[in-house]
């Protein structure tokens, strides 16, 4: 199986295009092998992206990074929505190239670029907000959450989603050692976390 967080210039291309509507707006994606939900809109990332919408439907001027942003759904989304001002990364370049052709194909303005988790973020954000790559291994994930204080501004939030059956109950101990945490929502076994700098 070829992982969703690497890179394999010789992976076949067989772009598809995916359907998501929010707030009777209407996106497409372009997906393609090698990227993580490349059939239909991830699950998780949809609750994700909904709770969070739910309570930031303006953002105006607010910086948000989307941490392994794959073809870009949860950035360009909350980007359409909100206003807020987005970047993207991912250390996958073939989705970094889908995330940019759904950029222009959604009609938003987003920046996008490489980097394996914080490495190439200079940064502060008021809103880091990620589904992170539980395949890559609990050692990568929790990096994700707890290195995202170093570039959060002030009463910035963290916005992730974890599964009970992937270690829910052990983020939220985790993210609870350095953030003030609260599960925003629960969905099919999926826990939305928002977690505020302590």
């Not at 890179?7 to 092998?33: G, H, M, V």
Request: proline share 3%; aromatic share 12%.
């Amino acid at each position: 199986m070829e992982h969703y967080f690497t890179n394999n210039p010789d992976l076949k291309s067989e772009i598809r295009k995916l359907p998501y509507t929010f707030a009777n707006t209407s996106f497409t994606f372009l997906s393609d092998n090698g990227v993580f939900a490349k059939n239909k809109i991830d699950y998780a990332s949809s609750f994700l992206v909904t709770s969070f919408l739910n309570t930031h439907p303006v953002l105006n001027g607010s910086k948000v990074l989307d941490v392994g942003c794959g073809y870009g759904f949860i950035g360009i989304t909350i980007n359409k929505i909100t206003a807020a001002e987005v970047d993207l990364i991912d250390v996958n370049k073939r989705a970094l190239h889908l995330c940019e052709r759904n950029i222009k194909l959604n009609k938003v303005r987003c920046n996008t670029f490489y980097s394996d988790c914080y490495d190439s973020v200079k940064n502060k954000y008021d809103y880091i907000i990620t589904n992170p790559p539980i395949r890559a291994g609990k050692e990568v994930v929790n990096k994700i959450l707890l290195e995202a204080k170093e570039h959060l501004s002030v009463n910035g939030e963290l916005w992730c989603i974890i599964h009970k059956d992937q270690g829910a109950k052990s983020t939220k101990k985790l993210l609870e050692t350095c953030y003030n945490v609260e599960v925003v929502g629960k969905s099919k076994g999926f826990f939305c976390f928002k977690a505020k700098i302590c």
